[in-house]
């Protein structure tokens, strides 16, 4: 049997109750980058989700990406802006937030849209984990770029710890964090299953104790 036809079984037999997600991001640009670059090896619900909640209360009329590089700019410095509106003391993460906004705004330029969010949909959906090295940010890696592209609707899947786990555990062996997203998303496609909803299906699981699924039919750890 080979690492698809596995992870596909697994897939079929945990998650045949999850269905499409009409969206799994924030409601404007700025608020989507912020919460993929603050969620890169940081808890979501205690770290990540109140700062998001927070910028938007603060910020309502931040929406482009422009109106956040402005914000940002307007600080001596992207780590002052990160302490000052993110209570966030962190160099190197500021910078890669600044890197990833500057990388989003040229990207957009090449996709059609009426707005910059349907611009960066369809940026999306038509890269591949092979573009992830485009970005050319430090720090910014396949993960990030990944969940960049589920936050904007793609249908793909993001290779953090949970994933990398669950995905090994499935085929019985460790795989790199390419390889699961490849396997995953060949698997979900092959029963016929949306592999966002796999995805927080599996991090709901194991980030958060929270489960539908039914017995562990996957090897244990």
Not at 19 to 24: H, L, N, T, V
Not at 112 to 139: C, F, H, I, M
Request: aromatic content about 10%; hydrophobic content about 35%.
């Amino acid at each position: 049997m080979s690492d698809i036809d596995k992870l596909a079984w697994v897939l079929k037999e945990r998650f045949d109750h999850v269905g499409a997600r009409k969206s799994m991001g924030w409601l404007t640009t700025s608020l989507n980058v912020l919460n993929c670059v603050l969620s890169l090896n940081r808890n979501y619900d205690k770290f990540v989700h109140p700062r998001v909640k927070a910028f938007e209360k603060c910020h309502p009329s931040i929406e482009e990406l422009a109106q956040l590089r402005d914000l940002i700019d307007s600080y001596e410095s992207p780590v002052r802006f990160s302490i000052q509106e993110l209570d966030y003391n962190y160099c190197e993460w500021a910078q890669m937030l600044r890197g990833v906004v500057e990388y989003l705004i040229n990207v957009q330029q090449e996709y059609e849209g009426s707005n910059e969010y349907e611009r960066l949909q369809r940026w999306a959906t038509s890269v591949t984990p092979k573009d992830a090295d485009s970005v050319g940010v430090k720090g910014f890696g396949l993960s990030g770029f990944q969940y960049l592209r589920m936050l904007f609707g793609a249908q793909t899947t993001k290779p953090d710890r949970h994933i990398i786990r669950f995905v090994s555990e499935a085929v019985g062996r460790r795989v790199s964090d390419r390889v699961a997203v490849d396997l995953l998303e060949q698997a979900a496609q092959r029963v016929g299953l949306p592999v966002c909803g796999i995805d927080k299906a599996i991090w709901e699981e194991r980030a958060r104790g929270q489960s539908r699924c039914r017995a562990d039919h996957s090897l244990s750890e």
